[in-house]
């Protein structure tokens, strides 16, 4: 067969090819397809016959099974000997001899928590190591209207908000503290911990940068680990340090894509008792156009004339704080935590933060419980002028009289932190472990004498940790929770015992 022959039979058998497609149902309308597409898209035409090629040839292909073992088999012997060679990494660090002597001496209150509390070995000792600042615990009216509540609303909502645990109780709480601080929105959380270490990363992400304080408080650690973000840190509270940081941040993105940039800090610090320059970092963050994540879980319903926090006291409009974070564990004796600032603000959280989204509803009787406290706050402002009040008496016993330890904290801070004087440290070599040593022997001395206080402790570092992965470490002190459940002679009292208690363990230390 020459070639003209091969080609009229080549002709002829795509014409009978042509013929029997025709006569399939639907081949015109394909044709037609095909030939309007080659016509006005020739690359989609190509593009179509490459998958459809590549669809024939998948079902075409062999199968291969997705249970084949392609690993090194090992015999019964090297597998013991491997399982005795491994040695797993303990989740946590052993206990110390100091740890386990200090769990054994816990003491342990029976009953509820109050200025005077009952312990297991039948004392009755001063509490000054609950944070009951305002005596809420022994509120007739807080008890009836949690109790009502309960029985209204049952035990808890067993449901995340978004799905069916938001009730009416919680948004009139959201309204309540979003009124009280003075910001257009809140949301609430069922933890106080799990508010700020979800907060951040629900904005903060991988890429973005977090300005922070070097001695913020563990919950906002875990946060911003958790976020994933380039972390800068600034000296405490030193304004100038933050600045010079904001400023080098600001040249090095001067020619990089946009991030989001954030300054986190603490309205009144957990680790040194002091309080922010708010008005400077307000200053700072709009100079700079950054946001600012201002934890209150220490200041909120403390600080300012009715107890609104440091934004109250130091004359910063709540809405110049980007997200506004405080808890409603503490002063307020309820249960869960807020996040205060735009409506935007608050709507994202409500489908992108974890705590909120994963976690079931604050119980009902925790949001009325807040609600009222915070009503308590603004009807009887007395009580914060007595906690005031008490707050000078024990001060008055303890910083200027004793020769051994000095006050960090603010003056208007219900937790005074207690720490040895830096002579007195160098004098004697302490260590930071040494320092906890004495000072638990402080906090044991003055239980003896009737009066409960507690140290300030912090999570320990990380298993093979390095000072630089370490990081601030807050000073070793003292916690002395002032109320106003105590008078001024049960508070003079308890200051006296707690500075002879000083004295005696102190000066037995060579």
């Not at 001063?126 to 029985?151: D, H, V, W």
């Not at 004339?305 to 910063?316: L, P």
């Not at 807050?474 to 004295?503: D, M, N």
Request: charged share 25%; with cysteine; aromatic share 8%.
């Amino acid at each position: 067969m020459d070639i003209h022959d091969a080609h009229e039979y080549l002709l002829r058998f795509l014409n009978e090819v042509s013929i029997k497609f025709q006569r399939v149902p639907g081949s015109a309308i394909f044709l037609r397809y095909v030939k309007a597409s080659y016509q006005n898209d020739p690359v989609r035409s190509a593009v179509e016959l490459f998958l459809l090629i590549f669809f024939v040839r998948y079902l075409l292909a062999p199968k291969y099974s997705t249970q084949k073992q392609n690993y090194v088999r090992l015999s019964e012997e090297e597998i013991d000997e491997l399982i005795d060679d491994w040695t797993p990494e303990p989740l946590v660090a052993p206990q110390t001899a100091f740890e386990e002597t200090e769990n054994e001496k816990h003491p342990v209150i029976v009953g509820p928590t109050g200025p005077k509390s009952k312990l297991t070995n039948g004392r009755t000792v001063t509490n000054l190591a609950s944070y009951n600042f305002y005596n809420f615990l022994a509120n007739e009216m807080l008890k009836e209207k949690a109790i009502q509540t309960l029985r209204t609303y049952g035990v808890g909502p067993c449901g995340p908000p978004g799905f069916y645990g938001t009730q009416d109780v919680h948004v009139k709480t959201e309204t309540d503290i979003a009124a009280f601080i003075g910001a257009p929105a809140c949301i609430i959380y069922a933890q106080a911990f799990s508010t700020i270490s979800s907060v951040i990363p629900a904005f903060s992400k991988r890429g973005d940068i977090i300005v922070a304080d070097k001695a913020i408080n563990y919950a906002i650690r875990k946060g911003i680990q958790i976020s994933r973000s380039t972390v800068r840190w600034f000296e405490h509270n030193d304004m100038k340090d933050l600045e010079r940081v904001l400023e080098k941040i600001t040249a090095e993105q001067a020619k990089k894509p946009l991030t989001r940039r954030f300054i986190v800090t603490e309205g009144m610090f957990e680790n040194v008792g002091d309080i922010v320059d708010l008005p400077k970092i307000v200053e700072l963050k709009l100079r700079y156009k950054f946001r600012l994540i201002l934890d209150e879980t220490w200041s909120f319903g403390v600080l300012g004339r009715s107890g609104r926090g440091v934004t109250e006291q130091q004359n910063v409009d709540a809405t110049e704080v980007d997200f506004l974070v405080g808890s409603l564990a503490g002063p307020l004796c309820a249960g869960g935590g807020f996040c205060a600032g735009s409506d935007e603000i608050v709507e994202h959280q409500r489908i992108s933060a974890s705590a909120y989204t994963y976690s079931a509803a604050l119980p009902a009787m925790l949001a009325t419980t807040a609600s009222e406290s915070l009503d308590l706050l603004q009807s009887n402002p007395d009580v914060l002028v007595q906690l005031r009040e008490n707050i000078k008496t024990m001060r008055a016993q303890l910083d200027p009289r004793s020769d051994w330890v000095f006050c960090t904290s603010a003056v208007e801070n219900p937790i005074m932190l207690l720490t040895l004087k830096p002579e007195v440290v160098a004098s004697k070599g302490l260590s930071a472990q040494e320092q906890d040593r004495l000072l638990q022997d402080i906090v044991d001395e003055t239980l003896a004498n009737g009066v409960l206080i507690t140290r300030l402790k912090q999570m320990p570092p990380p298993l093979h940790a390095t000072t630089k992965e370490i990081g601030w470490q807050s000073q070793p002190a003292l916690k002395v929770c002032i109320t106003t459940g105590l008078s001024r002679k049960e508070i003079e009292r308890s200051g006296i015992a707690i500075r002879h208690a000083i004295t005696k363990i102190v000066t037995r230390k060579k």
